[in-house]
């Protein structure tokens, strides 16, 4: 509680004056008279108080929601600043990917017969450099090996490269029973004596043959006809490929035909 004065106006009543002269007026006196005592709490103190609280609570909050707002806009900007720098990078890195992309998509434009469909081989034929190769098991002659192999969508084999003849050196050796089980292939010079052509009519390439060492010999000692088809195939390996024969066209041996792939998925 507070100290405070509280002045009062008090009235005293002469009474000497008034048994002097009782006809007078009673006379009054006036007295000021200084009271001091403490002051309770009024309803005004209170207030006051509660408004300088409440005053300094609100200076209090509103630093502190600035404080957080700082805070919260200071991380916002970090934020935008990190969200920015990964969608550059990211944008960056499509753009690589698409031309990416792009060079992919023009390099398989120019390979050809790239929608081609997958070459395919019928039962017992064997698949290779997109042709189908027939070996057969049963012996017959040139002629009538030529002749089955018609029926079967073909012709003898012929050979248009040494990546071709390698292939088939190597499958007849994995084929052949023993030394003399031999492959009748398409080339022949039954029409004009060492005058060598494949069954289409082409001429055999002098640069692209593979004769065994003394071939051809045309000899007929054996048979009186003329050693005038070749067949393939040598049980051991040989030198340089070279392992073709001319025998007699009546000879019965195995043969290779040979077709184009089919197509499909």
Same mark, same amino acid.
């Given at each position: ?120 081989? @019928?039962?017992? !034929?064997?698949?290779?450099? #997109?042709?189908?190769?027939?070996? +057969? *098991?049963?012996?017959? &002659?040139?002629? %009538? ?47 004009? @004596?060492?005058? !060598?052509?494949?069954?289409? #009519?082409?001429?055999?390439?002098? +640069? *692209?043959?593979?004769? &065994?060492?003394? %071939? ?50």
């Amino acid at each position: 509680m507070s100290e405070a004065d509280l002045y009062c106006d008090v009235m005293f009543t002469n009474s000497r004056e008034r048994i002097i002269d009782n006809a007078s007026l009673n006379e009054t006196t006036y007295s000021e008279v200084k009271i001091s005592k403490l002051q309770p709490f009024t309803e005004q103190s209170v207030a006051s108080q509660q408004v300088m609280s409440n005053r300094g609570s609100k200076v209090t909050t509103e630093r502190v929601s600035l404080l957080v707002f700082g805070v919260l806009l200071i991380a916002a900007v970090i934020g935008l600043v990190i969200v920015s720098f990964y969608y550059l990078k990211t944008k960056d890195d499509l753009q690589r990917l698409q031309k990416h992309y792009d060079t992919i998509k023009a390099n398989l434009t120019a390979i050809p017969g790239k929608n081609a469909q997958c070459p395919k081989c @019928e039962r017992c !034929w064997e698949l290779h450099g #997109g042709k189908c190769y027939y070996f +057969s *098991l049963k012996a017959l &002659s040139w002629q %009538q090996s030529r002749d089955d192999c018609e029926s079967r969508g073909g012709d003898l084999v012929k050979i248009d490269s040494r990546e071709e003849q390698k292939f088939l050196d190597e499958t007849v050796r994995n084929k052949m029973m023993h030394g003399r089980d031999s492959f009748w292939i398409g080339l022949t010079d039954s029409v004009e @004596e060492d005058k !060598w052509v494949w069954v289409d #009519g082409s001429p055999l390439s002098t +640069s *692209l043959t593979f004769w &065994s060492q003394g %071939q051809p010999t045309n000899w007929a000692g054996q048979n009186p006809n003329e050693e005038d088809c070749v067949m393939m195939g040598e049980k051991r390996e040989v030198l340089d490929l070279k392992c073709w024969r001319d025998r007699a066209c009546d000879i019965e041996q195995r043969r290779i035909c040979e077709k184009s792939a089919e197509t499909g998925l």
